[in-house]
């Protein structure tokens, strides 16, 4: 989206980038290239940004930019979600520039993952960028979800997207657990096999993200850490993976 100068926001840039309009004083977006915040059959639309993944806590027109940040603008309904604060979209970051103008370190956290361990942190190795990091760490779940759920960050996602931004229900299953698909509404809208796979971002608070790349059991941790790319995770809130195949979250 254009090229970053010096003392540029998030806002001049996308205003050179684009035609659009603005409300609130001109710090928060109202329309991009005509496509206008407002409501679609009674659900509320919006524009919202992230920077490395990661959501804006302030209006575009208070957001420093740095070099090497990504900024990605999407329009949605928020009716079941006001937040989601961590999307996956937008791999390799935010392990390579960090997010708010800070690189942090990265830990993989391998909990009964196998070789699905050995995967993801290749894949966040490979990511991950050069130079000094500070502060806490952004923290990698790898495992099935019935031993992810344990950590306070990644268990939101069972509380459903008004908390954790993630639109995926694990439920139990018997001894188990299954995956389905959540619409951008919150409903239910597809189920997924045993062998399905998620990979998500959440954030409590203004706490440090938490990616969790989990799955039912084994085989599912296994398909959403070989997920961990460019190619699929691109533009993604979160994502199920079955079969090879990429389905993206919320279900379109």
Same mark, same amino acid.
């Given at each position: 989206m254009g090229d970053l100068k010096e003392s540029d926001t998030a806002m001049r840039l996308l205003d050179r980038s684009a035609n659009i309009t603005t409300r609130y004083g001109g710090d928060f977006v109202q329309s991009i290239n005509g496509l206008e915040a407002g409501s679609s059959g009674g659900r509320p639309q919006?524009? !919202? !940004? *992230?920077?490395?993944?990661?959501?804006?806590?302030?209006?575009?027109?208070? *957001?420093p930019l740095h070099r090497g940040d990504r900024v990605w603008w999407d329009y949605r309904d928020w009716g079941a979600a006001m937040h989601v604060p961590a999307v996956v979209g937008s791999w390799p970051e935010p392990f390579r520039h960090g997010y708010e103008g800070e690189r942090h370190p990265t830990v993989v956290r391998c909990l009964n993952a196998g070789r699905a361990c050995a995967t993801t942190r290749a894949a966040v190795r490979a990511a991950a960028g050069k130079g000094p990091s500070k502060g806490d760490p952004i923290e990698v779940l790898v495992g099935p979800w019935g031993r992810v759920r344990?950590?306070?960050?990644?268990?939101?996602?069972?509380?459903?997207?008004? *908390?954790?931004?993630? !639109?995926?229900?694990?439920?139990?299953?018997?001894?188990g657990w299954t995956l389905s698909g959540l619409a951008a509404d919150g409903a239910p809208a597809r189920s997924f096999g045993p062998g399905a796979g998620l990979v998500a971002a959440t954030r409590r608070y203004d706490s440090e993200p938490v990616w969790v790349v989990t799955g039912a059991g084994p085989a599912g941790v296994r398909e959403a850490a070989a997920a961990l790319s460019p190619a699929r995770l691109r533009y993604h809130y979160a994502v199920a993976v079955q079969g090879g195949q990429t389905i993206p979250l919320p279900v379109p």
């Open positions: 919006d524009w !919202f !940004f *992230y920077v490395n993944g990661v959501e804006s806590p302030v209006g575009a027109a208070g *957001y344990r950590d306070p960050v990644a268990t939101q996602i069972e509380r459903g997207p008004g *908390y954790s931004g993630v !639109f995926a229900a694990m439920r139990r299953s018997g001894r």
